[in-house]
């Protein structure tokens, strides 16, 4: 087979890959149209601010089809999620033939731990960060004033909290990586500890409200699995340096 052609198998399946991780998409959207709904979706995912909101107060929506296109977009966001797995799938078999054995047992799982580790800050983001932060927040709210969320402002805020959230529980697994590609040794990540605890309140700092519970909630965790990510890297850090002895 010639390069050229090669290169035109190559792009064919990319494109099948795809075309099948976007059609796990819809299938897993329309399924989340029909059941539960968008609204009662939205309404799991306000839960934590309506608890937190004066008895009786709702969330408004200032837009002429907001309330119908932001449950839209929230059951989108959803089904992205929950398709994630075989997007990963795809982008793993389209990739594995040029990997070596190795790489190959180390990037299985990676991709299965990054995962749950991305729906692990998403949860923890939602159950027990918001509950706390909104109701801190609310506590300032003058008496004069009945707080009143836009729904749209809501779920970009959410989302936002949500990927920070998300990116931040993936630490030990970009720890994991620098080792393992030799980029870092696990003695450097020791000694570097106390920079990263300062870039994790500087990072808090930038991407939560600015309160100091917000900021605290996302920084003691990136310390954390800072930690879990240099005990995760010494495991690995062996396996790699065997295969090269």
């Known amino acids: 087979m010639s390069t050229q052609e090669?290169?035109?198998?190559?792009?064919?399946?990319?494109?099948?890959?795809?075309?099948?991780?976007l059609l796990g998409f819809i299938v897993v959207f329309i399924g989340l149209m029909a059941y539960p709904g968008a609204g009662p979706i939205f309404d799991l995912l306000a839960q934590p601010i309506q608890g937190a909101l004066?008895?009786?107060?709702?969330?408004?929506?200032?837009?002429?089809?907001?309330?119908?296109?932001?449950?839209?977009?929230?059951?989108?966001?959803v089904a992205f999620v929950l398709s994630l797995p075989l997007t990963l799938y795809q982008a793993w078999a389209f990739v594995a033939p040029g990997l070596y054995q190795h790489e190959k047992k180390m990037a299985i799982p990676i991709i299965f731990s990054s995962t749950l580790l991305f729906l692990a800050g998403i949860?923890?983001?939602?159950?027990?960060?918001?509950?706390?932060?909104?109701?801190?927040?609310?506590?300032?709210?003058?008496?004069?004033?009945?707080?009143?969320?836009?729904?749209?402002?809501?779920?970009?805020?959410?989302?936002?909290?949500?990927?920070a959230f998300g990116l931040t529980f993936e630490v030990p697994i970009v720890v994991v990586v620098l080792v393992y590609m030799g980029v870092v040794t696990v003695e450097k990540l020791a000694e570097?500890?106390?920079?990263?605890?300062?870039a994790a309140f500087v990072i808090a700092a930038i991407v939560t409200p600015p309160d100091v519970l917000s900021q605290l909630f996302l920084a003691i965790p990136i310390c954390v699995l800072y930690e879990v990510g240099i005990i995760a890297a010494k495991m690995v850090g062996k396996k790699r340096q065997e295969i090269l002895e």
Do not use: Q
């Not at 090669?6 to 991780?21: C, G, I, K, M, T």
């Not at 983001?125 to 969320?149: L, Q, Y």
């Open 192 to 198: 570097a500890r106390g920079y990263v605890i300062v």
């Open 6 to 21: 090669n290169f035109v198998s190559h792009l064919v399946e990319l494109r099948d890959r795809l075309l099948r991780a």
């Open 54 to 77: 004066p008895e009786g107060t709702k969330m408004i929506a200032t837009g002429v089809i907001t309330p119908f296109m932001v449950p839209v977009k929230l059951t989108a966001m």
């Open 123 to 163: 949860a923890f983001c939602h159950f027990i960060v918001f509950g706390k932060v909104f109701a801190f927040i609310n506590e300032f709210a003058p008496a004069s004033i009945t707080p009143a969320p836009d729904i749209e402002a809501y779920l970009n805020f959410v989302l936002t909290m949500f990927m």
